[in-house]
């Protein structure tokens, strides 16, 4: 049974930084892709980064080089450094992965809050 468990989230001032953390059980780490989703109150769920099984990444246009995505095979473990976090920032931020049969599976989030 694949299970994604996030942590980090938090209340932040604008301008700071956090990192988020997500442990993967039940997959094969190192055959598979995980990404950062986020959501807003009243938003559509959108793509925050990810990173391929060979470490290559992407990430959304709003990013702009402040956050990185990285991954530690070892622990089984997922991470998102956010810094200069912007209120807009604000959402839960999802863990996901997508096995190699194409089936997407999502963490129960973690929620991020930036105040001004």
């Known amino acids: 049974q694949v299970q994604l468990v996030e942590s980090g989230g938090n209340l932040v001032q604008s301008g700071g930084s956090l990192r988020l953390s997500c442990v993967a059980s039940?997959?094969?780490?190192?055959?598979?892709?995980m990404a950062w989703y986020r959501q807003a109150p009243g938003k559509q769920r959108e793509m925050v980064a990810g990173i391929t099984r060979s470490g290559t990444t992407n990430y959304g246009e709003f990013v702009e080089g402040r956050f990185t995505i990285s991954r530690d095979n070892a622990k089984n473990t997922v991470y998102l450094q956010m810094d200069s976090l912007k209120p807009e920032d604000t959402a839960v931020y999802y863990c996901?992965?997508?096995?190699?049969?194409?089936?997407?599976?999502w963490g129960q989030g973690t929620q991020v809050t930036v105040s001004s």
């Open positions: 039940g997959i094969i780490f190192t055959l598979v892709p």
């Open positions: 996901n992965t997508k096995t190699l049969a194409g089936v997407d599976y």
